[in-house]
């Protein structure tokens, strides 16, 4: 044991005492092996060979899953392809009512495009072209506020629709409501910083937003001298 010692104190630069020598081979047959299933590769290498074989282990799950379930597997192939189908032939009723709307639009018959763009969301309630041009049609009717709920709708589904938000910026700034009508239209000119129209939106509702803050300021000097 003490020529073992000697060994393994030679080999680690003469630094190991007889003691930590003892506790070094002690250590060797006592490690947790158990906690290496718990080990994470932490370099790139490594990290792709693991997730490749979790890859591996998956598709063999799912390929033993549909070996011992075919029934369930077929039917649910089946509504899913049955689903796809469905959703397209609403989106293509939708379609056709739409551009119908959109030719009473061209005409100027803004209510009878409203009721077609309306029919058409009956089968595609998510679609940021029909929501929008809901919206325009009842900003033409002059009705903000349904205009504006529905080009909330449209830019929640579509938040970089330059055209909604430059109609969003008009709503807020014909409510009054410059300063976020601003922030819409800053949106705008940042996607489309060459558009001639949003240039000159941005320029006149900059100017209103300017001359209410002179008088909000002018307001509290005066107020500030009672």
Same mark, same amino acid.
């Given at each position: 044991?003490? @020529?073992?010692?000697?060994?393994?104190?030679?080999?680690?630069?003469?630094?190991?005492?007889?003691?930590?020598?003892?506790?070094?081979r002690v250590s060797r047959y006592t490690m947790d092996y158990s906690?290496?299933?718990?080990?994470?590769?932490?370099?790139?290498?490594?990290?792709?060979?693991?997730?490749?074989?979790?890859?591996?282990?998956?598709?063999?799950?799912?390929?033993?899953?549909?070996?011992?379930?075919?029934?369930?597997?077929?039917?649910?192939?089946?509504?899913?392809?049955?689903?796809?189908?469905?959703?397209?032939?609403?989106?293509?009723?939708?379609?056709?009512?739409?551009?119908?709307?959109?030719?009473?639009?061209?005409?100027?018959?803004?209510?009878?495009?409203?009721?077609?763009?309306?029919?058409?969301?009956?089968?595609?309630?998510?679609?940021?072209?029909?929501l929008l041009n809901i919206a325009q049609a009842q900003l033409k009717?002059?009705?903000?506020?349904?205009?504006?709920?529905?080009?909330?709708?449209?830019?929640?589904?579509?938040?970089?629709?330059v055209k909604a938000l430059s109609r969003h910026a008009f709503v807020?700034? @014909?409510?009054?409501?410059?300063?976020?009508?601003?922030?819409?239209?800053?949106?705008?000119?940042?996607?489309?910083?060459?558009?001639?129209?949003?240039?000159?939106?941005?320029?006149?509702?900059?100017?209103?937003?300017?001359?209410?803050?002179?008088?909000?300021?002018?307001?509290?000097?005066?107020?500030?001298?009672?």
């Amino acid at each position: 044991p003490k @020529e073992s010692a000697k060994k393994e104190s030679s080999a680690t630069g003469g630094k190991l005492n007889a003691e930590d020598a003892r506790a070094l081979r002690v250590s060797r047959y006592t490690m947790d092996y158990s906690k290496w299933d718990t080990w994470t590769p932490s370099d790139d290498v490594s990290r792709q060979e693991e997730l490749d074989r979790e890859e591996q282990e998956e598709k063999r799950r799912n390929e033993e899953f549909e070996r011992n379930n075919p029934d369930f597997c077929r039917q649910f192939m089946d509504d899913m392809a049955e689903r796809k189908k469905s959703t397209q032939k609403k989106q293509e009723i939708a379609d056709g009512l739409r551009l119908k709307g959109n030719k009473f639009f061209k005409a100027r018959d803004y209510p009878r495009a409203l009721e077609n763009y309306m029919e058409a969301l009956k089968s595609a309630p998510f679609d940021p072209k029909l929501l929008l041009n809901i919206a325009q049609a009842q900003l033409k009717l002059k009705d903000h506020e349904e205009g504006l709920e529905f080009l909330n709708r449209t830019l929640y589904l579509d938040a970089d629709n330059v055209k909604a938000l430059s109609r969003h910026a008009f709503v807020l700034a @014909e409510q009054g409501n410059t300063a976020d009508a601003l922030v819409s239209i800053n949106k705008a000119l940042q996607l489309e910083p060459q558009n001639a129209e949003l240039v000159a939106q941005h320029r006149e509702i900059s100017i209103v937003e300017q001359e209410k803050q002179a008088e909000r300021a002018a307001a509290a000097l005066k107020s500030r001298l009672r």
